[in-house]
């Protein structure tokens, strides 16, 4: 399973047993051309993928916004920024301004960790990358020292709403 | 324009002037065939329509969860609820059990008004529909009497969110 249908999966048990409600948002789609046949459904005969201008996830936790991106890295030392885009960078800065609660989910696949890094951590190492021309990647020490790792359970099989929980009290 | 068109160009401006990051879910799609063809874009060469299972717009306001719906009808004395589905009913009804506010936007497009009806007082038409067996719609008078209305202006087009105000400060 990739780490988005792990989330997902996780996600259907928080809604299931009243906990949360965080959804994947669906993927954006350019749409050329449709056809409509008779007596049978409308079907897409040519459309392409649009980037996404937000992040993958939100919801509602605890009465807090929720919102969040899941990313998995190959590399084994350190998690490459390249896998944020400046527009996602952008959209959680101006959830948290209005009181969101915002991070990412990051999985270094070859070690089989996953880590919630917040989103003020991960701005602190985009800016750096952006203003000082700094490096382009966050070390894997800075993640696991800045970071709460999730390990995996059961039910939830990743319960990272337990980290949320730090979050949430840290802003309490 | 529709009502849809006016609410996400009412966004946008609530967006750029940092009043609230509110956003229209992707159109969900069920991929079916695509084609990678060398040296240009993925092409989308099958899909159909999913039916939606939440709503159509969510986002993050003053601090609070925000998620809601926009409907049209072109009937002149009621609100029909088969523009609900049931499963936006029950979204509603997870967000607010954690502290969202859900509402409905509708637009009685005869008329040209546009009312905000609080989610609470659409479960009440809806339950009874489904209990007793009550009527299908809710008349014209009830959504006058228990929504906001929200007049055009001119930026943003639908300050929907001056009728949100009214909630949050029910609740607060
Ligand atoms: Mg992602
Ligand atoms: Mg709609």
Redesign the interface.
Known sequence: MTLEQEINQSNTYY?SH?V??I?K?????QIVNVDYPKRS?????????KQA??TDY??????????FDVKETQNKTAFPLHNFHQHQID?MR??I????ICFALIKFVFLDQIYLLKASDLFSYWDAMENDDGRKSIPLADVQKLGTEIKYKIQPLIPYLSAVDQLINEIS
Not at 25 to 29: F, L
Not at 97 to 100: E, K, V
């Open positions: 809604l009243d949360a409600v959804h948002k669906p993927t954006p789609i459904a409308a079907v897409i005969k040519e459309a392409y993928f201008s937000t939100n919801g509602v936790y605890r009465g807090f916004y929720i919102d959209h101006q959830c301004a209005h009181g969101g």
